[in-house]
């Protein structure tokens, strides 16, 4: 089975450009997670969806950032407009059900910003 | 603040050699899962700890719960290049059904 998709792998743009990152979920998986992880700071969570609804976002660090998920097999998140402190791999995961299901990871997309 | 802490932030020791990695916590937490992610690719699930005490194994990876349910270990034998990777705990964010908060990860290095 594939595993959960991203694209791009690497993005390296000016600041000031809108970015947009993409998401496939696992198939079946009802809920989908975005993270940003750098060297500082770790794996923080970004946005929640669950059943394609936005269920927490306040890990969203301001009104830059949006994110959307308009059916259960995409999802993106879009930063506009981007700043060199943006810079970070970003992580979008997907799981299924409640409690201790696992999270299943991308690869992720390394962002730079110049 | 970081709610999950773990200890050491980067190991590096030679292949042979057996290590341990700790991840801490002052909250209660009602499981806690260990991911490992290597070089360019997103974290995958090694295991599940639930009950306090709780030890697992997979194959050389011995997984620990505390009693208290504040804190787990990770201890490795005989390590291997393969084991290189960053090792990150998760707990469970109360009432939210499967938001995760992941600890601050130790990077670990085997020199063959």
């Known amino acids: 089975d594939a595993g959960v998709i991203q694209s791009p792998r690497h993005e390296v743009t000016e600041m000031g450009q809108e970015v947009t990152l993409r998401c496939k979920p696992i198939s079946g998986h009802n809920s989908l997670f975005w993270y940003r992880q750098t060297m500082m700071r770790g794996l923080e969570l970004l946005i929640y969806f669950n059943n394609n609804v936005p269920i927490d976002d306040s890990g969203m660090p301001e009104d830059r950032f949006s994110a959307k998920m308009p059916n259960a097999s995409f999802s993106t998140l879009k930063i506009q407009p981007s700043e060199p402190r943006d810079s970070a791999v970003y992580f979008c995961?997907?799981?299924?059900?409640?409690?201790?299901?696992?999270?299943?990871f991308g690869d992720g997309t390394r962002l730079s910003i110049l | 603040t970081q709610l999950l802490e773990q200890s050491p932030q980067f190991l590096s020791i030679q292949e042979g050699e057996n290590l341990t990695v700790y991840c801490n916590s002052s909250s209660v937490f009602s499981s806690l899962q260990w991911y490992r992610q290597e070089p360019g690719e997103g974290p995958v699930l090694l295991v599940t700890v639930v009950t306090g005490g709780e030890v697992k194994k997979l194959k050389r990876l011995t997984f620990q719960f505390g009693d208290a349910r504040k804190d787990s270990s990770l201890h490795i034998t005989a390590a291997q290049p393969g084991d290189t990777g960053l090792y990150l705990c998760a707990g469970p964010k109360p009432n939210t059904g499967n938001q995760f908060y992941f600890g601050t990860g130790t990077s670990l290095t085997v020199i063959p």
């Open positions: 995961a997907s799981s299924s059900g409640q409690g201790n299901q696992p999270q299943h």
